[in-house]
């Protein structure tokens, strides 16, 4: 089984919609990240988060947000999904690296979503 | 915005050959990394070099980093068909969150 999974795989949503992304992991990993990436742009962080009570906003917070329900748990929310927000959505963790590194990051599958 | 910059955009290679790969940064960092893209799947570790390292090896990958010169380079030997996939350097820097930032990517093309 993967150890990062995340629901769904693809989503077709329309304008102003509100649509929730899944992450879950059975990495024991404390720290968890949400990206996007667009072609062109690499990947852009949204959110992340160190620990159950962290939550942390990325580089393009603006439009979403995130739920950590549990340590192997991260969802995150498109309130009014836009058309903008195509993308390819990534989930990663990583465990704490020695001394204040953060180390590899481990990514899910990801997640296609179309905004009509 | 993006912290690396992978160089070339693109490069197409035949099997067997050597593929390198540049990425260059701005800011002083605590470590960079390497990480693999197979099309629409999601990126796979591929090596980490501290910002102390100046170069570190795993199978058919080197890599070296120059710090006086906020750059790194990716080889791959002896190239196979299965290594074609977009290649991104990433970097945490110093003084930072802690957070990776990646760069645009490149892909690499290796023809059979």
């Known amino acids: 089984d993967a150890d990062v999974t995340q629901t769904p795989r693809n989503r077709i949503t329309k304008t102003g919609k509100r649509i929730m992304l899944e992450c879950s992991q059975t990495?024991?990993?404390?720290?968890m990240y949400w990206y996007r990436q667009d072609p062109g742009l690499g990947l852009r962080l949204i959110y992340y988060s160190f620990d159950v009570k962290d939550i942390n906003k990325g580089e393009i917070s603006d439009g979403y947000s995130v739920s950590r329900q549990a340590q192997a748990k991260f969802s995150l929310s498109l309130e009014s999904a836009i058309p903008n927000q195509t993308a390819l959505y990534f989930c990663a963790t990583s465990a704490l690296g020695q001394g204040l590194s953060t180390d590899t990051q481990y990514f899910g599958p990801g997640t296609r979503l179309t905004v009509l | 915005s993006q912290q690396g910059e992978e160089d070339p955009q693109a490069l197409s290679i035949q099997e067997g050959e050597n593929a390198t790969m540049n990425c260059s940064y701005k800011?002083?960092?605590?470590?960079l990394q390497w990480y693999r893209q197979n099309s629409g799947r999601g990126l796979v570790h591929l090596i980490l070099?501290?910002?102390?390292?100046r170069e570190k090896h795993s199978g058919r990958l080197r890599v070296t980093l120059d710090t006086s010169k906020k750059s790194s380079s990716l080889l791959i030997t002896a190239s196979r068909a299965a290594d074609t996939a977009s290649y991104f350097c990433a970097t945490t820097t110093q003084g930072g969150s802690e957070k990776l930032v990646f760069g645009k990517g490149m892909k690499l093309t290796v023809n059979p």
């Open positions: 800011t002083s960092i605590n470590n």
């Open positions: 990495k024991g990993h404390d720290r």
């Open positions: 070099i501290r910002s102390n390292e």
